[in-house]
């Protein structure tokens, strides 16, 4: 090892040789993240023993028909063997889980909504992912379900495995413009159905639809002798229902109201349509004082109107939502491609222009319509902006530890020089970070799981990690060269004999990471973790055995300044002046020329 370290710091071509190396190795690695061979995102996917199914009919859906879609969910669900047992709730949503707290399942309340929870067995008894049980199955029931009634949207919910957000995508509108940001909201929504990797593509707005109100006639209710408590009385029992009387009872204290309403199919309408309602007002018929059936249709007026959809608010601002789940895809690439879709189609009708402000917002858009000049804003938001903000908060943390080990390395060594040598030692794990990720992503994808191994947040920690490790690698080889220059013997000796004496440690150090984090590997959490400790250790031990050796043979303020010991190169030893004092017994193993 000493003779081989010495004849690549004592020859230039040699240093570079090693040098081109590691640059190709770099640049190759780094390469890997903007050419997607090595594929990025927040967190990997989660088996869990549960997820969730959202199921959305149109606003002025029925009770009923949003049970019949839900009854052909759990139909197809019943034929999973994965499933141990299902629970439907129907107008509300299931008790508040870990996703639900930031999804609003809490404030479901309409007959357009349920929730099906869905229990699995155990993940470890089982061999298919339930991520991966979602992505088979979300197609066949969105293909059968989703087509019963128009505009019916179901979403499958998973339990997420960092902090939940309201959707992997969600693309705000604000605007002063409720109707233009309904159209504009319809256009973001076709970009995304169009861009590969993206489901469960949903508006989140009330539809726009026609109803129909029931206006008693004054003059027409006087005039046919009835009174408007009448009328409203029979349409309230009609549709609703009401209390007609009450019972009193010993053991309870208050009275007890008696309920009285049509029952579910005479009250049910055959379509939403006005002649329905008029065809059923006709059979509705009450007693006036003389005794004569007047029917409910002579004395009311049916006026259609457009419903009233609810108003969403952002910050006073009025806003549209339209999100978007990521379906075994990192949500970074599919949001670039739908970006550039949604860019074409909005240059139809808008002024587009792209924001480019801080790192959060580097995807927004300012849009001006070429005719009204209303401007609306385009933001992305949820699992999308967390990921932008995490990756910057690392990114922020690592070149904190880089500048704070270099201003500890300069106080330590009064020399930029090598400090610099450290750092570099430390940054050059990263080549075994983003290798390791490629070769973890084929085996995964091709033996194993059959997904992707992505580059994710917990990744970006390793690495942090790795730099103290490989800093105190550097630190061994630099502090122990420059003790044998002191010591008398020739400078690229010096380096080689450091080397060669502390590769044992070094390693040792290596297997140590390399063992402890095979665990870590296996976890779908920190994989990514695992993997870059392991990969970047073994990066970082080549880097120090090999390549600081080249950076110290090139640094001329590894020698003392003091001027006693020759460190030029090629130069021979004072061998009868050589002090060998202060040298360890085994690094020069009893041989006098070293």
């Not at 009919?57 to 994965?82: D, F, H, P, W, Y």
């Not at 222009?353 to 070429?370: I, V």
């Not at 270099?406 to 930029?416: E, I, N, Q």
């Amino acid at each position: 090892m000493e003779d081989f370290i010495y004849k690549i710091v004592s020859s230039k071509k040699n240093q570079r040789k090693v040098g081109f190396i590691v640059l190709g190795l770099l640049l190759f690695a780094v390469a890997m993240i903007p050419t997607k061979i090595v594929l990025a995102k927040m967190l990997p996917g989660k088996s869990a023993n549960t997820f969730s199914i959202y199921v959305d009919t149109a606003t002025n859906s029925t009770i009923e028909q949003t049970r019949e879609v839900s009854e052909c969910v759990l139909g197809i669900m019943r034929k999973e063997s994965a499933v141990e047992n299902m629970e439907v709730f129907l107008g509300s949503g299931a008790p508040l889980d870990y996703a639900g707290l930031v999804k609003g399942s809490a404030f479901k309340s309409l007959k357009n909504q349920a929730e099906i929870v869905v229990n699995l067995t155990d993940k470890h008894t089982r061999e298919e992912p339930s991520y991966m049980m979602v992505h088979r199955i979300r197609p066949i029931i969105q293909k059968k379900c989703e087509n019963l009634y128009k505009g019916t949207k179901i979403k499958f919910v998973e339990m997420p495995s960092g902090p939940p957000t309201f959707a992997t995508i969600v693309v705000n509108l604000y605007g002063k413009d409720s109707l233009l940001l309904r159209a504009t909201s319809k256009t973001v929504e076709k970009a995304l159905k169009e861009t590969e990797g993206l489901v469960d593509i949903d508006i989140m707005q009330d539809d726009v639809y026609t109803k129909y109100e029931i206006i008693p006639n004054v003059e027409k209710i006087i005039s046919s002798n009835l009174s408007v408590e009448q009328v409203s009385n029979i349409l309230y029992m009609a549709f609703k229902g009401s209390v007609v009387a009450t019972k009193n009872s010993v053991q309870q204290q208050d009275q007890i109201p008696i309920y009285v309403s049509l029952n579910e199919e005479t009250r049910t309408l055959e379509s939403a349509s006005k002649h329905d309602l008029e065809l059923k007002l006709s059979r509705l018929k009450l007693l006036n004082r003389q005794g004569i059936m007047v029917p409910i249709k002579e004395v009311i007026e049916i006026v259609p109107t457009v419903a009233d959809p609810t108003i969403f608010k952002k910050n006073m601002k009025n806003m549209v939502s339209v999100t978007a789940e990521c379906d075994l895809v990192s949500q970074v690439y599919p949001l670039m491609d739908a970006r550039e879709k949604m860019i074409k189609l909005l240059e139809r009708d808008f002024e587009v222009e792209r924001l480019t402000g801080a790192s959060t917002y580097m995807f927004d858009l300012a849009l001006t319509h070429k005719e009204s000049g209303e401007k609306i804003l385009v933001r992305w938001d949820g699992e999308m902006k967390v990921s932008l903000d995490t990756f910057r908060d690392l990114g922020g943390a690592f070149i904190s530890a880089l500048v704070l080990m270099f201003l500890l390395m300069v106080v330590y060594y009064k020399s930029f020089v090598l400090s610099g040598i450290v750092l570099i030692g430390s940054f050059l794990s990263i080549i075994g970070v983003i290798i390791g990720h490629y070769i973890s992503d084929i085996i995964f994808l091709h033996f194993i799981t059959g997904v992707h191994f992505y580059l994710t947040a917990t990744s970006l920690i390793g690495f942090i990690s790795l730099m103290g490790i490989s800093a105190r690698s550097s630190l061994l080889l630099i502090d122990f060269t420059k003790s044998l220059i002191e010591s008398g013997i020739e400078k690229n000796r010096a380096i080689a004999i450091a080397t060669s004496t502390r590769a044992k440690p070094i390693l040792l150090t290596a297997v140590a990471i390399i063992l402890g984090s095979l665990l870590l590997a296996t976890d779908p959490i920190f994989g990514g973790l695992g993997i870059a400790l392991i990969f970047g250790s073994m990066a970082s031990t080549a880097v120090s055995l090999f390549y600081i050796p080249v950076l110290m043979a090139k640094a001329e303020a590894i020698c003392p300044s003091n001027g006693k010991v020759v460190c030029e190169e090629g130069e021979g030893l004072d061998e009868e002046n050589l002090d060998v004092s202060n040298i360890a017994p085994e690094v020069h193993h009893g041989n006098p020329t070293k």
